[in-house]
């Protein structure tokens, strides 16, 4: 279990003679603000990362003294990026918009927007992190003023420099003070990541070591590659689930979270690639793609993402021996529903025998009770100059498969004339 440890600095305070206490309060607080980092797994901070890496909006839901603005200030200075926090709240719409100048010729000229001191100092650093703070405290017309920032970068006539990342955080309405749902169109514009804390790194942090936050390593190489993977994905289930592109939720309060769009579908194409590039682990990336377009979707896309990794069935027909097949039970299941299809698209007998061979060594590796239903599909597949292979006998302990394969024309004879064929014994 993790302990507070002292630092060696606090072993050995030391202070010149004759300070005050209020000088010797001050070197107190200095060793308290003493803090280490070290490297520790930490799935939400790496999606943090990784989305600060792909230049997307992050909003950080969670209760009060959960830990979200300690987080981005470690962040901040982990990426070694100055950090301007803009309390949302306390601000008119007018300083996210701009406030309107009068020049010397307004017809001629027209009145443009000035942007408030801090984007200006933002854009003169050219890079830098923007902690937009108690976002669900502010009313609606400062969140519809905060639309065009947060998508377009923009405050009045001045447009923010690609150095710079956005990072909101909020509080639940319900633990909000004096707390607004968030507007649908800002929502819908965030990659939403709900904080919350592990008692551990609390522990250890306090005893002054946090977790270090540092970008991805992005592989050169699987640049292309990922991008087309990212595509694929999205596009392949859109295009099956043509329902998932909009939905708007009916509830105000899910309105003000993640939920699927145009907009929202093109945050995960790029939170697909990014963390492929990178090696990301899958719960990096399901906290990324739910908190982009909804659990729901995002958990379907991630099920295609699953999917499009299978190995080729033609693959595995043609050397059914040595093949490798998923641990996951779902995969595995799918994997032997798409050999016994392939089969079922080109019937022959040498692909037949090979499909009851994989089917064996999926057995061998695996639950037995995943064949079943494939080697009922495949059972029926059987044409009637079809001798019934040997390696169905090794699946007698899972299913009566002999007896199924057998029998298999006459059932399909007996259908065909109108007879309800008994089931094999």
Known sequence: MPTCTPSDAALAPS????????????????????????????????????????????????????????????????????????????????????????????????????????????????????????????????????????????????????????????????????????????????????????????VRGLGGTWPRATLPRLDPEKLPEAVDFARRAVCGLLSARPGLVHRLPGNETRRGGAWPSPRSWETAVRMVAFATAAGSSREVLSLLVRGAVGDGPGLELMASLDRMDLPNPETLLADPSGALLPERGDLRQAVLDGVVQAVRNRPDKSRWDAAWTLLVRAVETGAPDLVVVPANTLAALRRDDWDVPESIGRLAGAVTLSQRADHAAERAAQRAAGVTARPGR
Not at 50 to 63: F, H, I, M, T
Not at 108 to 135: K, Q
């Open 15 to 202: 202070h010149p003679a004759g300070a005050s206490q209020l000088d010797v309060a001050g070197e107190l607080l200095t060793l308290l603000r003493d803090r280490t980092t070290e490297p520790r797994p930490d799935t939400q901070l790496e999606a943090l990362t990784l989305a600060v890496a792909a230049d997307l909006p992050v909003l950080l839901w969670g209760e009060p003294g959960i830990g979200k603005t300690a987080s981005l200030t470690q962040l901040a200075r982990a990426l070694d990026l100055p950090l301007t926090t803009v309390i949302a709240s306390v601000h008119e719409p007018s300083d996210f918009s701009g406030l309107p100048v009068v020049g010397a010729d307004p017809a001629e000229e027209g009145i443009p927007m000035a942007p408030p001191d801090w984007a200006v100092r933002l854009v003169r650093a050219g890079r830098g992190l923007l902690f937009l703070d108690e976002l669900s405290t502010a009313p609606p017309a400062v969140q519809a003023a905060l639309l065009r920032l947060v998508l377009e970068r923009r405050i009045g006539a001045l447009r923010l420099p690609p150095g710079v990342r956005i990072v909101a955080a909020a509080n639940p309405r319900s633990s909000a003070a004096d707390g607004w749902e968030l507007s649908a169109p800002l929502a819908n514009r965030f990659v939403h990541l709900h904080w919350v804390h592990d008692p551990e790194t609390v």
